[in-house]
């Protein structure tokens, strides 16, 4: 998962398709959120090599990292939004929806894996299964996205639930059965989609955008159009 994030950012540089002349809230975001892709690794690494005792409390960091993460992925959706950025393969009302609901899925995984961390299996797997619902950008970043639409996000979610299932394999191939921690996480990965469909595709959604973008250029956009492509 680590991997399949730096590639996907690294080639969005390499491509030209970033630039560091960004908001300071966008350096922040990229700061926190990469940072926690270390706390992940480490974490795994702490709960294989040792000391436990350093893992156990790096844990209660890492919560506190997530509600970081909450806010500062939140807030630079909107800014994209309101500013009519959102990337053109994306419908902005969708978009304003799905990113911060990976992120209350990934929060509830890993808060759900934090409360049976007395049962490694459970608890390992669970956390797996939220980290995988924050890998989708990288994802995203990797895959012919203007070629999917109408269906980029859904494509990419789709890679994404790759994730679990290798999981799955892994379990019966090791163990001839599999572990029931990961029909719940993969549960709470498809629960977080279906919730994210029901609201962008609701007057919920719709009221949603509107109180976010007035005022603002996003305003103006469509909210379930997808923007010109730059490509013409």
Known sequence: MAGLLIAGFSL???????????PIIVHAHAIIFMGW?????????????????????????????????????????VMNVQAGTVPFFFQ??????????????CIALIGAGVSMRA??????RLNYCGMA????????????????????YQSAFAVVLLL?????VADWWRDGRVHPAWW???????????????????????????AVTAGTPGAAIAPLAFPPSPLG
């Open 12 to 22: 969005n540089i390499v491509m030209g398709r970033s630039s560091f002349e960004r």
């Open 37 to 77: 892709m270390v706390i992940y690794v480490l974490q795994n690494w702490l709960a294989t090599k040792g000391p436990l005792a350093l893992h156990r409390r790096l844990g209660w960091l890492a919560l506190g990292w997530l509600a970081l993460m909450l806010y500062f992925g939140t807030a630079v959706t």
């Open 92 to 105: 902005p009302l969708h978009f304003l929806v799905f990113d911060p609901m990976s992120l209350i899925g």
């Open 119 to 124: 049962d490694t299996g459970w608890h390992r």
């Open 133 to 152: 619902l924050l890998v989708g950008p990288g994802v995203g970043r990797l895959l012919p996205m203007p070629l999917l639409i109408p269906y980029a």
């Open 164 to 168: 679990p299932v290798i999981g799955i």
């Open 184 to 210: 719940w996480g993969l549960g709470g990965m498809i629960a977080t989609e279906v919730v994210t469909e029901a609201i962008a595709f609701s007057p919920m959604g719709l009221s949603l955008y509107q």
